[in-house]
């Protein structure tokens, strides 16, 4: 089915009609209580959903406990069935998750859908990474093997800016690996998440996969109940503190993909118009809003102008409304929380003295969460803008002479996601890159890594790493067997 084509009264269909419940054990079922989902794109009620009592998330616990030995007991290969025929059943419903998606979300189809396809692809290629034992050693001392055993029930908390992207991989991560796992996707963006609920019905055994929808209450729960070991987190910098301090209670293992202020520096051996459409998609993707989107782009004072220019142009080029309208490039901002904080820090910019801003700057006037894509020049560190993360379509361009200094600029700050070099001599970009303090550098790229590599941040946006052989073992508990040399030896 082309979502494009379909993207008319069917798409449009309101969702008070439909069905989505905490998935608990194995059962759906609602609530007492419920909270509102807000269609960014209208601001208006979009679905009533049932949130999580505290009882409710006690039976939850208590499932995953009772999953975890069987579940745990069965080999990689069942585990790796299981979660095959999960994804199948995702992708069979495709078009249905696109379209909650995007309704809840805010994206437009085609990005709605793109994410749905790339978590789909993430389980798929976690399930193929083998797993351990690794022999440290064996000779005539011994044998010494370095075993990986699951921890028990993980926890895991999904953010609003891509609810399934980071949903599959913390889903995958934990069952693939032998843990039973308590799922709370972000009371934005709950119902596409619940919905997974629902296909996991007819796959997974009773208990192996729940999940709760709340707000900040579960959250807590969660990092706090002694029966859950360890917590993975996708979030703010402030919110994974919180997190971090709670699960130290009965020392919980953690990992904690938390927010990015990723710096992109241009040298002056490239043509502004060859890279700005890159450097654009690389900053606005999602409307701004993903961690490891340039958040600061240092270029050049030989090509400054030009490359200010180009982006400019696109700023103005591009789309911007209802993830439902046809030919739409962005959506609105997710939430009224953090389209007024974006309101806040553009108009903190348009007070700093000298600074340009050449392409939007200002609300769109329309219903919803709507800001015009900004481009901003001739502004500097010490600013909202720059030292922060704002986490919306608003790029600042600085101004550079001395890579060096434009080097110590990029790391001069307490984030550490990601950060790229952009140049036409590929061996210098690598030595750049080498030197930026974060997790990933990329070389004239930036946003995406693979499901096979690790991915987090250092400093303050991070704690561990997601994905890959690494992120796997993140939620195993690894044993060192020693074993004397046999008789035979």
Same mark, same amino acid.
């Given at each position: 089915?082309?979502?494009?084509r @379909?993207?008319g009264?069917?798409?449009?269909k309101?969702l008070?009609?439909?069905? =989505?419940?905490? =998935?608990?054990?194995?059962?759906?079922?609602?609530?007492?209580?419920?909270? !509102?989902?807000?269609?960014?794109?209208?601001g208006?009620?979009?679905?009533?959903?049932?949130?999580?009592?505290?009882?409710?998330?006690?039976?939850?616990?208590?499932?995953?406990?009772?999953?975890f030995?069987?579940?745990?007991?069965? @080999?990689?290969?069942?585990?790796?069935?299981r979660?095959?025929?999960?994804?199948?059943?995702?992708?069979?419903?495709?078009?249905?998750?696109?379209?909650?998606? @995007?309704?809840?979300?805010?994206?437009?189809?085609?990005?709605?859908?793109?994410?749905?396809?790339?978590?789909?692809?993430i389980?798929?290629?976690? #399930?193929?990474?083998?797993?351990?034992?690794?022999?440290l050693?064996?000779?005539?001392?011994?044998?010494?093997?370095?075993?990986?055993?699951?921890?028990?029930?993980?926890?895991?908390?999904?953010?609003?800016?891509?609810? #399934?992207?980071l949903?599959?991989? $913390?889903?995958a991560?934990a069952?693939?690996?032998?843990?039973?796992?308590?799922?709370?996707?972000?009371?934005?963006?709950?119902?596409?998440?619940?919905?997974?609920?629902?296909?996991?019905?007819?796959i997974?055994?009773?208990g192996?996969?729940?999940?709760?929808?709340?707000g900040?209450?579960?959250?807590?729960w969660m990092?706090?109940?002694?029966?859950?070991?360890?917590?993975?987190?996708?979030?703010?910098?402030?919110?994974? $503190?919180?997190v971090?301090?709670?699960?130290?209670?009965?020392m919980?293992?953690?990992?904690?993909?938390?927010?990015g202020n990723?710096?992109?520096?241009?040298?002056?051996?490239?043509?502004? $118009?060859?890279?700005?459409?890159?450097? =654009?998609?690389?900053?606005f993707?999602?409307?701004?809003q993903?961690?490891?989107?340039?958040?600061?782009?240092?270029?050049?004072a030989?090509?400054?102008?030009?490359?200010?220019?180009?982006?400019?142009a696109i700023?103005k080029?591009?789309?911007?409304? /209802?993830?439902?309208?046809d030919?739409? /490039?962005?959506?609105?901002?997710?939430n009224?929380?953090?389209?007024?904080?974006?309101?806040?820090?553009?108009?903190?910019?348009?007070?700093?003295?000298?600074?340009r801003?050449p392409a939007g700057?200002?609300a769109?006037?329309?219903?919803g969460?709507?800001?015009?894509?900004?481009?901003?020049? !001739?502004?500097?560190e010490?600013t909202?803008?720059v030292?922060?993360e704002?986490?919306?379509?608003?790029?600042?361009?600085?101004r550079?002479?001395?890579l060096?200094?434009?080097?110590a600029?990029a790391? /001069?700050?307490?984030f550490?996601?990601?950060?790229s070099?952009?140049?036409? !001599?590929?061996?210098?970009?690598?030595?750049?890159?080498?030197?930026?303090?974060t997790?990933?550098?990329?070389?004239?790229?930036?946003l995406g890594?693979?499901?096979?590599?690790? =991915?987090?941040?250092?400093?303050?946006?991070?704690?561990?790493?997601?994905?890959?052989?690494?992120?796997? $073992?993140?939620?195993?508990e690894?044993?060192?067997?020693?074993?004397?040399?046999?008789?035979?030896?």
């Open positions: 089915m082309d979502t494009d @379909t993207s009264s069917a798409q449009r309101p008070q009609d439909e069905r =989505f419940g905490h =998935f608990i054990d194995g059962r759906l079922e609602g609530g007492e209580t419920t909270f !509102d989902v807000i269609n960014p794109s209208t208006d009620v979009l679905f009533h959903c049932p949130d999580a009592s505290h009882e409710q998330f006690e039976r939850a616990v208590a499932a995953a406990r009772r999953a030995p069987a579940w745990s007991k069965t @080999t990689f290969e069942e585990r790796r069935d979660l095959a025929r999960f994804a199948a059943a995702m992708e069979s419903r495709l078009e249905e998750l696109v379209r909650i998606l @995007t309704l809840e979300q805010g994206k437009p189809l085609a990005a709605a859908r793109a994410e749905i396809v790339r978590g789909i692809g389980i798929r290629h976690l #399930i193929t990474i083998p797993i351990g034992p690794d022999v050693r064996d000779d005539a001392s011994g044998r010494v093997e370095l075993r990986y055993k699951p921890l028990g029930v993980v926890g895991g908390i999904a953010p609003w800016n891509v609810p #399934i992207v949903a599959a991989p $913390k889903i991560s069952l693939y690996t032998g843990n039973t796992m308590i799922l709370k996707p972000s009371p934005y963006t709950p119902l596409t998440t619940l919905r997974l609920g629902e296909i996991a019905q007819e997974l055994p009773p192996v996969l729940n999940i709760l929808a709340g900040n209450d579960l959250g807590q990092t706090e109940h002694p029966g859950i070991d360890k917590i993975n987190f996708t979030g703010s910098v402030a919110t994974g $503190k919180r971090m301090a709670s699960a130290s209670a009965n919980k293992r953690v990992t904690l993909e938390l927010g990723d710096a992109a520096i241009v040298l002056n051996d490239v043509q502004p $118009k060859a890279i700005a459409e890159r450097i =654009f998609q690389a900053a993707a999602n409307s701004g993903v961690c490891q989107a340039i958040k600061r782009l240092y270029v050049h030989d090509i400054y102008e030009e490359m200010v220019a180009e982006l400019t700023a080029r591009v789309k911007v409304g /209802d993830g439902l309208e030919g739409v /490039d962005y959506g609105p901002l997710q009224k929380a953090q389209y007024e904080r974006v309101i806040g820090i553009l108009e903190d910019t348009a007070r700093q003295p000298g600074v801003i700057g200002h769109i006037d329309r219903p969460y709507f800001i015009e894509p900004t481009i901003v020049a !001739d502004i500097a010490g909202r803008l030292d922060e704002p986490f919306g379509p608003v790029l600042p361009v600085l550079y002479t001395d060096d200094d434009a080097i600029r790391n /001069d700050t307490r550490g996601l990601g950060g070099v952009w140049t036409n !001599d590929i061996a210098k970009g690598a030595e750049i890159a080498a030197r930026l303090e997790g990933v550098a990329w070389v004239n790229h930036h890594v693979s499901a096979e590599y690790p =991915f987090g941040g250092v400093k303050e946006s991070g704690v561990g790493r997601a994905n890959g052989e690494m992120g796997l $073992k993140r939620n195993m690894p044993q060192l067997i020693v074993l004397p040399p046999s008789a035979s030896a």
